[in-house]
Nanobody, 126 residues
Framework: QVQLVESGGGLVQAGDSLRLSCVAS????????MAWFRQPPGKEREFVTA????????RYLDSVRDRFTISKDNAKNTVYLQMNSLKPEDTAVYYC???????????????????WGQGTQVTVSS
């Protein structure tokens, strides 16, 4: 049974940092692309960032490119999202997702992802 389990969310102040973790289990993810999406209150779920597990190639949403960093630990089957200089507009439920599709141009599309975690809440106060 495939599982993606996120953790690390919380309530922080603007300017603070958080690191989210996503532990993947239930299959081999070495050929997968791992991503973070987020869903702000009352809005659609949007792509934040992704990383190819095998190549390490990344892609970012423009508004987070200089503040967020995605990384992976192969030994722990874990993907991280380091979020610095957080802003109130970063408030959302953050989801981990996995896709077999290595075509980078498609990583922003929710429909490409086969597996999803349950989400972790990030709230940034002003």
């Amino acid at each position: 049974q495939v599982q993606l389990v996120e953790s690390g969310g919380g309530l922080v102040q603007a300017g603070d940092s958080l690191r989210l973790s996503c532990v993947a289990s239930g299959r081999t993810f070495s050929n997968y692309v791992m991503a973070w999406f987020r869903q702000p209150p009352g809005k659609e779920r949007e792509f934040v960032t992704a990383i190819s597990w095998s190549r390490g190639t990344t892609r970012y949403l423009d508004s987070v490119r200089d503040r967020f960093t995605i990384s992976k630990d192969n030994a722990k089957n874990t993907v991280y999202l380091q979020m610095n200089s957080l802003k109130p507009e970063d408030t959302a439920v953050y989801y981990c997702a996995a896709t077999i599709n290595e075509l980078r141009s498609l990583w922003v599309l929710r429909g490409q992802y086969n597996y999803w975690g349950q989400g972790t809440q990030v709230t940034v106060s002003s």
